[in-house]
């Protein structure tokens, strides 16, 4: 191809608008969670709900990206018919579109159900609306705790995928490669990968903006896209639900109280070092074995 073409090429890839696509979940506020004390079961009755927190950053940043490089953000969610409250939620905050997965044939679903669930329905999504280039989602949920449904949709996807991600770096659509930085343990990780792909975001790694008037109005107005398990293409309905969930919940409890109280250490006036040699004082008298393995370890150093 000749350096001209080429170089046109580049630049009709580049043009190209962005298509985003967002996992989000309604969950119960932690802050009022409570357990049953005979059925030892989440009591979600009268209990306020939210978009899942770590969401929130995987939204704003899908909303940086689409910015940046024109395009869409389409917000998924997959939950009972009250989870609409959510996605138009996040249309306030500047979304395009929400697409809600809602069928009785999801109740009781685990993270292996809903993973396959929400991949079938971004599949649809990309027929109708174009192959996602980036799927967001947050680190985990604050209700289950896994970090499981990304990485789940990612395999379901054959996707190449980035978890743990700090921070955004460089984007180039017409070589169809991002550039991200991931927290590991021991350190940071500078990766680079082919789009499309699909990445979760930790929390702190930006703040979620304030929609504008504009954005909130016509989140208002906004028909929120209903889906049932048919809708989304899902042939296979032994993959959904208890049906498809392998998982066994045992026992839900909340953690017994600490009956700890709080040590006062050091005394008003005391100089960073001595409030120091206090603190490490009253740890090793707290852990004895472990001055005797800080001395021994010093002693053969």
Not at 65 to 75: C, I, K, L, N, S
Not at 184 to 198: D, F, H, I, N, S
Request: glycine share 8%.
């Amino acid at each position: 191809m000749p350096e001209t073409d080429k170089a046109a090429t580049t630049r009709d890839l580049e043009a190209q608008d962005m298509h985003i696509v967002v996992c989000i979940k309604q969950v119960p506020d932690s802050a009022q969670i409570r357990v049953h004390p005979v059925t030892n079961t989440i009591m979600r009755q009268g209990v306020p709900t939210i978009i899942n927190p770590y969401d929130l950053f995987s939204l704003e940043e899908a909303l940086r990206m689409r910015d940046a490089h024109g395009g869409e953000v389409t917000v998924l969610t997959m939950g009972p018919p009250m989870a609409a409250d959510s996605l138009r939620k996040a249309l306030t905050y500047g979304a395009d579109r929400g697409v809600l997965l809602t069928d009785r044939y999801f109740a009781g679903s685990d993270t292996l159900a809903t993973s396959f669930a929400l991949s079938a329905a971004i599949e649809k999504i990309g027929e109708l609306y174009g192959t996602p280039d980036v799927i967001f989602a947050g680190k985990q949920t604050i209700d289950g705790d896994t970090a499981q449904v990304g990485p789940g949709i990612a395999k379901r996807l054959n996707l190449l995928q980035l978890t743990y991600v700090a921070k955004i770096g460089a984007i180039d659509p017409g070589a169809r490669e991002i550039t991200v930085e991931r927290r590991a343990e021991g350190g940071t990780q500078v990766l680079k990968t082919r789009l499309p792909c699909l990445i979760t975001m930790l929390e702190g790694s930006n703040e979620i903006r304030r929609g504008s008037m504009n954005d909130a109005l016509r989140a208002a107005r906004a028909e929120i896209l209903t889906w049932s398990a048919a809708d989304a293409g899902i042939i296979d309905l032994t993959k959904c639900g208890l049906r498809g969930s392998p998982t066994v919940v045992k026992r839900v409890f909340a953690p017994t109280a600490r009956q700890d109280k709080a040590v006062l250490i050091g005394e008003a006036g005391d100089s960073p070092r001595d409030l120091a040699d206090a603190l490490i004082a009253e740890i090793f008298a707290r852990q004895p074995v472990l001055e005797t393995a800080l001395i021994a370890e010093n002693s053969l150093a």
